[in-house]
């Protein structure tokens, strides 16, 4: 019954997904664009507050412009992303201390949706910000421990993160909000940079007294697909 839900839950995100950037195929404004993601994890637990090492991943994304003024547009979009996070630990085994390394990795599918705001620096070129929000659905993941101290030698564990367990402590589903800045230029590249704050608490149901969210910064490079709406676009608004 889990599973069912949770293949639900996959298909529902995909199809919110494919119904946003469906709807302004019409306005052919479409933009690729892909790039490093730097992720990190905090964790609160009681009143102490642990933020992770960064994680270096990716992020490929497919977004379109929905016009909602001269100068704004509702920018929906889909995207496959890699997060994750590092904790440092010391752990005492039969009195030996051990220093132990959890790293996680999870690849995400991400509908995020932005209002963006457009202004002119030149004729070549338009400055955009924006914020919105994103609800994501972990695809994969997996998790490594690495444990060594002075008697032997390092030890790695790495399991699959199958989620909403206390096993593999992370929930699948994800959301937070989402804040973007960037140039867009009159050849249809774009560059921009995007933090993501996570709202949701990722340890699973039945776990008390500890919040896990994700944090994220992109830097990505993107093109327009269609240069002809794009020069009219950066010429008329």
Avoid: W
């Amino acid at each position: 019954m889990l599973y069912n839900m949770k293949s639900k839950t996959a298909k529902l995100l995909l199809q919110v997904a494919l119904c946003l950037t469906s709807v302004p195929l019409s306005a052919q404004l479409i933009k690729v664009e892909g790039g490093v993601a730097l992720s990190k994890q905090v964790l609160k637990e009681h009143d102490k507050t642990d933020i992770s090492d960064i994680i270096i991943g990716y992020q490929f994304c497919v977004k379109a412009d929905i016009p909602v003024s001269m100068t704004l547009c509702l920018q929906p979009g889909i995207s496959l992303k890699q997060m994750g996070s590092t904790f440092f630990t010391t752990g005492n085994r039969n009195n030996i201390i051990s220093d132990i390394t959890t790293t996680t990795r999870v690849t995400y599918l991400q509908v995020p949706v932005s209002l963006i705001f457009r202004c002119d620096i030149n004729p070549d070129m338009k400055v955009l910000f924006g914020t919105g929000t994103y609800a994501a659905y972990a695809l994969k993941g997996r998790r490594q421990v690495l444990e060594s101290n002075s008697r032997m030698e390092a030890v790695s564990v790495t399991s699959p993160l199958a989620g909403n367990d206390a096993a593999n402590s992370i929930r699948r589903m994800d959301y937070g909000l989402v804040f973007t800045s960037g140039l867009d230029f009159a050849n249809g590249l774009s560059i921009n940079g995007q933090y993501q704050a996570g709202l949701c608490n990722l340890t699973p149901s039945g776990v008390t007294g500890k919040k896990i969210t994700n944090q994220s910064f992109m830097m990505t490079l993107g093109y327009y697909i269609n240069r002809k709406a794009f020069t009219k676009m950066l010429s008329s608004r």
